[in-house]
């Protein structure tokens, strides 16, 4: 069974075109994240959710806009893409808040856009 | 502020040989840590992890030991594998609410030799 899955593995797209990534987690967690992975494979936060509320916002452009319909998805939608958003986007998910417990990943997005 | 500080890689090393991976960190408060395992074209693994100082986190042969005094959570592993080829991560998260995000340090790549 697949804990934190992700769709689409995969996306290649335009600049300037709008994309969104779905992220659902079946583990019963609370919290979900979003981190974004560079070319250089680092690795940084860009949003995290608890219980359908944001809580962390880290300087992220306006053009990326997160939504959380239940605690169970957190989707990353992406308005007017650019060369710099290519990237590995990777979904997370954690039991509570607090920061001692393991977060759990999924296989990652890479967005790719020409 | 709060961050990680790796070993630069890459890292080859001929199987069976010792490993050790540099982690080093910087936080204001009592942070978890964690390394987390990256294999290649997946997503992000929880390795091991330590809560508290003088925690050693173990987890496939692999251990690191929080050392509140030298601020540091070193990767060892006795004797590797071509298996253990991947990017790992030394990773914190801060105990206290809105704060939940890891710190990631800018990954180590390790390359196992037969």
């Known amino acids: 069974d697949t804990a934190v899955s992700q769709t689409p593995k995969y996306l290649v797209t335009q600049m300037g075109n709008d994309k969104s990534i779905k992220c659902e987690q079946n583990l019963g967690h609370d919290t979900m994240y979003w981190y974004k992975q560079d070319s250089k494979k680092f690795l940084k936060i860009m949003f995290s959710y608890n219980n359908k509320e944001l809580i962390i916002n880290e300087t992220v452009p306006n053009r990326f806009s997160p939504k959380s319909p239940d605690k169970a998805h957190l989707n990353l939608h992406i308005n007017s893409l650019e060369l710099g958003d290519s990237a590995v986007y990777f979904c997370a998910s954690s039991y509570a808040r607090g920061g001692t417990d393991t977060q759990y990943f999924g296989p990652g997005t890479r967005l790719t856009v020409l | 502020g709060d961050s990680v500080t790796q070993m630069e890689g890459p890292v080859t090393l001929s199987e069976e040989a010792f490993l050790t991976i540099n982690c080093t960190y910087t936080?204001?408060?009592?942070?978890?840590l964690f390394w987390y395992v990256q294999y290649p074209g997946e997503g992000l693994q929880l390795l091991l992890k330590a809560t508290k100082a003088d925690d050693k986190g173990s987890n496939k042969g692999f251990e690191a030991t929080y050392r509140k005094e030298t601020t540091s959570f070193h990767l060892e592993k006795g004797s590797v594998q071509v298996s253990d080829s991947a990017v790992y991560f030394c990773?914190?998260?801060?105990?206290?609410?809105?704060?939940?995000?890891?710190?990631f340090g800018t990954g180590t790549r390790l390359t196992i030799i037969p």
């Open positions: 936080a204001t408060g009592y942070p978890s």
């Open positions: 990773a914190l998260t801060l105990p206290n609410f809105g704060n939940e995000k890891l710190t």
